[in-house]
């Protein structure tokens, strides 16, 4: 049953491969675009949403991998495979993600002061394209984003980044009219201040689960609460839950059954508090039992 799980999971990420590499290839032809029209132009906005956007292309080719890498078999040497490298691509990407904002802030507190003159239709034409481009293949991930971190983390990325570019297009006008050109540096800074929001819990997620913390999505009262419904449990205690990979959940746990149940009722049993938690999306369960008497041994029960 556990294995069927996994195998619907592998089918979903397979489903999104096409996804990312067409993700990959367009965002990288809009980085060039960027980068060879900032420095034509000398806009600060354009140069710091390359350099973001050359990070999200680089978010994306590492999650691509790390799924890829989810199919690698075990060996003796990793007994479960490479399934954590999805986490630690999500971990490196936030990372990196938070340079890039201290870069911009730095390049644009610099520029805010001796601003040079723009040619604002231009921003404001560049940035159009790149709204195009972010949100066609930010949509790509739209239907998987809620089942695996590096999916959201894609998702939101290009999502920010179509708004960004909404934001340089709006300053390009802008310059255009006014010739405010002190609102490129300023864009840059708000530029800088949403990438750190949206990246914040991405970075704290990711953090926790490279340390085997407790996914977001499973909550260890509930897990509890699916062994208590059973009839044939009387407590649990030692639970651990981690995740394998960022869509695969791992839980062990010492099950205390009722005396004298025959071994084909606990067999049956642990089948069932299995499958109940697939359903909070636990796929990997060990389950160590006990029965009554034994665990009051341990506590020095009266």
């Not at 619907?8 to 990312?20: C, G, M, P, Q, T």
């Not at 806009?43 to 949403?49: K, P």
């Not at 060996?75 to 890039?100: C, E, P, Q, T, W």
Request: proline share 2%; with cysteine; charged share 20%.
């Amino acid at each position: 049953m556990g294995h069927d799980h996994h195998h619907d999971h592998s089918v979903k990420l397979e489903n999104i491969n096409r996804a990312f590499i067409i993700g990959i290839i367009l965002n990288f032809l809009f980085v060039v675009i960027e980068v060879v029209a900032g420095l034509s132009i000398h806009s600060l906005s354009l140069l710091s949403d390359a350099g973001h956007n050359l990070g999200d292309v680089g978010a994306l080719a590492l999650s691509l991998l790390a799924f890829r890498l989810l199919k690698v078999k075990a060996d003796k040497k990793h007994s479960y495979g490479y399934r954590k490298v999805s986490i630690l691509a999500s971990l490196f990407n936030s990372m990196v993600l938070l340079i890039s904002v201290g870069v911009i802030l730095y390049e644009a507190i610099l520029h805010i002061w001796h601003p040079e003159p723009l040619p604002g239709l231009t921003v404001s034409v560049v940035a159009g394209i790149g709204i195009v481009i972010n949100t066609a293949t930010g949509l790509m991930f739209m239907k998987n984003k809620e089942k695996d971190i590096n999916v959201k983390s894609a998702y939101l990325h290009l999502m920010s980044d179509a708004l960004i570019s909404v934001g340089i297009v709006i300053a390009g006008i802008i310059i255009y009219f006014t010739g405010f050109y002190r609102i490129d540096s300023i864009v840059s800074i708000l530029i800088a201040c949403f990438i750190l929001y949206s990246t914040w819990n991405l970075l704290k997620t990711s953090m926790r689960l490279s340390m085997d913390g407790v996914p977001d999505d499973i909550h260890l009262d509930e897990v509890k609460a699916a062994f208590l419904k059973v009839a044939e449990v009387r407590d649990v205690h030692h639970i651990h839950v981690w995740a394998i990979s960022t869509v695969e959940n791992a839980l062990t746990a010492h099950v205390v059954f009722a005396d004298h149940l025959p071994g084909e009722t606990i067999t049956k049993t642990k089948d069932k508090l299995k499958h109940a938690l697939e359903h909070l999306n636990i796929q990997h369960v060990t389950l160590e039992t006990e029965s009554e008497t034994e665990r009051c041994q341990q506590l020095h029960c009266n």
